[in-house]
């Protein structure tokens, strides 16, 4: 099935690069004048532009912004790069450039070297992870328990925002809904789509006026508003991302913590149906420091799912909050959530058990020396006493 030929229109590509770094960054270090002389930017500030019906009320965590120095871009002009960093430990660089388009070429633009730095092409990921290399060196010190590079967990989004379109959005989308959906899904060649997978990716359009119109994805969504008038969308598009990346982070870690508990069980042979050896104790570090480190651990999940909740909630029913609830479904957030309880309840019990079993051979060995203390000596005593009469 063919489609149309498509127009040329205005239109901002915005690309989120989210990373998370470490438990947290401590944002009094991040003040320093020489701290922007460094990374060659300035200091932004963060207002939350909300929607007509948002209430003034509403909270979202508030990072240091960095601007970073623009660059030239083929077919966009400028790009212009920033930075937010969070006091919880996540950092988000934010790609952002103008263009006319034809439709069928905005597919591959986020794949190709568009942006021109120090006589080298960059695609926007290869772009954003220069700059994060630039501004994780500059902010190191700042970052507590930090990541290693290697190991860092991420989040990518790429928004087309349309600000001229020949026809109202809703119509102009189902005259050209294989190339959005493509553009959506992240399909290349618009014409291998079924026709199933179009109506999916369409399904739940959001307009708060009649001229507007956003669509979301995993990766990607579309928004059309030619008053420019999306700042609060893309701040909710982030915040679920960033929500997301926390998850994944949080149930990552878990994963290690359980393997590594199945390795200290293994190793000491504490398992169901094996005779029992007397070897309870866990590798390395006992088992109540393990432990610790466990609630530690459990503390912080708790507080990450609390504020998860509590984001749901104070958006509420409002427009922005839809999106968010919709971007939440899509993320799967709810089934991440579940896995990350799902796994602290498993390694609470693994170690609550090897804790109590500890404590219960430390309470045998303080029995036995009573016994040998207040029986055992004195019986020893009389019998000597004895034999010497």
């Not at 063919?2 to 401590?26: C, M, N, Q, W």
């Not at 932004?44 to 120095?69: N, Y």
């Not at 990450?304 to 919709?326: H, M, T, V, W």
Request: hydrophobic share 40%; charged share 25%.
């Amino acid at each position: 099935m063919g489609t149309k030929e498509s127009p040329s229109l205005l239109t901002e590509l915005i690309y989120f690069s989210i990373k998370d770094v470490g438990r947290a960054i401590d944002m009094k270090k991040l003040e320093s004048p020489a701290l922007y002389a460094r990374l060659s930017g300035k200091k932004l500030g963060s207002p939350l532009p909300i929607r007509k019906d948002t209430p003034t009320s509403l909270a979202l965590p508030q990072p240091v912004w960095f601007a970073f120095e623009e660059v030239e871009a083929e077919g966009l002009g400028k790009v212009y790069p920033s930075a937010k960093v969070y006091n919880d430990g996540a950092v988000t660089i934010l790609l952002r450039g103008k263009g006319y388009f034809k439709l069928d070429e905005l597919g591959p633009l986020s794949h190709s070297p568009l942006i021109k730095s120090q006589n080298y092409s960059y695609t926007f990921e290869d772009f954003a992870n220069r700059l994060f290399g630039r501004l994780l060196d500059a902010i190191g010190d700042a970052i507590i328990d930090g990541i290693e590079r290697s190991n860092l967990q991420e989040e990518h989004y790429l928004a087309y925002c349309f600000l001229e379109y020949p026809e109202p959005p809703g119509a102009f989308v189902q005259n050209y809904r294989h190339i959005f959906a493509s553009l959506l899904i992240g399909e290349p060649d618009s014409t291998l789509l079924h026709e199933t997978q179009i109506q999916a990716a369409l399904a739940r359009p959001f307009s708060y006026r009649s001229d507007d119109l956003a669509i979301f994805d995993m990766d990607h969504c579309i928004i059309f508003d030619a008053q420019h008038d999306y700042e609060d969308i893309l701040l909710i598009i982030e915040h679920a991302n960033y929500r997301l990346l926390e998850l994944r982070a949080l149930d990552r870690l878990l994963d290690l913590r359980l393997d590594e508990a199945e390795r200290d069980l293994t190793v000491y042979g504490i398992e169901k149906n094996k005779k029992r050896k007397g070897k309870t104790r866990l590798r390395g570090k006992t088992p109540q420091r393990k432990f610790a480190r466990i609630q530690a651990l459990r503390f912080e999940a708790l507080f990450i799912l609390e504020n998860l909740e509590n984001s749901s909630k104070i958006i509420g029913d409002y427009f922005l909050g839809q999106i968010y609830s919709r971007l939440c479904e899509i993320f799967n957030t709810e089934g991440w959530s579940r896995s990350v309880e799902r796994r602290l309840d498993v390694l609470s019990s693994v170690y609550d058990m090897v804790k109590t079993d500890s404590a219960e051979r430390r309470t045998l060995v303080l029995e036995i020396v009573f016994i040998i203390v207040c029986i055992v000596l004195p019986l020893i005593q009389i019998w000597q006493a004895l034999i010497l009469k």
